[in-house]
């Protein structure tokens, strides 16, 4: 069974930055990609960003530019530095790695608050 543990959410105010970690009981090279994942108050959870085994990249629209998702194998983790961030980013965030479609795992997630 594998854990994925978020940490380093909290409140900013707009403009500001936020790394958060997801770090894996396991090792992460075997997922084929580790993404985060948000969820705002009543809406639907949304991918912010993947990162495939390769190190290939993949950015919701809303964050190109702001958001960087990278891995570090040698210590499990993989990490989204939010830079510029924006009160609509206030949502919860969420690691996942997946081995397919059909096998994956979340973390329990890490609040972000960004303040007007």
């Known amino acids: 069974q594998v854990q994925l543990v978020e940490s380093g959410g909290g409140l900013v105010q707009a403009g500001g930055s936020l790394r958060l970690s997801c770090a894996a009981s396991?090792?992460?090279?075997?997922?084929?990609?580790m993404g985060w994942y948000r969820q705002a108050p009543e809406k639907q959870r949304e991918l912010v960003a993947v990162?495939?085994?390769?190190?290939?990249?993949n950015y919701a629209d809303s964050v190109k530019g702001r958001f960087t998702i990278s891995r570090d194998n040698a210590k499990n983790t993989v990490y989204l530095q939010m830079n510029s961030l924006k009160p609509e980013d206030t949502a919860v965030y969420y690691c996942?790695?997946?081995?397919?479609?059909?096998?994956?795992?979340w973390g329990q997630g890490t609040q972000v608050t960004v303040s007007s």
């Open positions: 996942k790695g997946s081995y397919s479609s059909s096998a994956y795992y």
């Open positions: 396991g090792s992460i090279f075997r997922f084929n990609t």
């Open positions: 990162i495939t085994s390769g190190g290939s990249t």
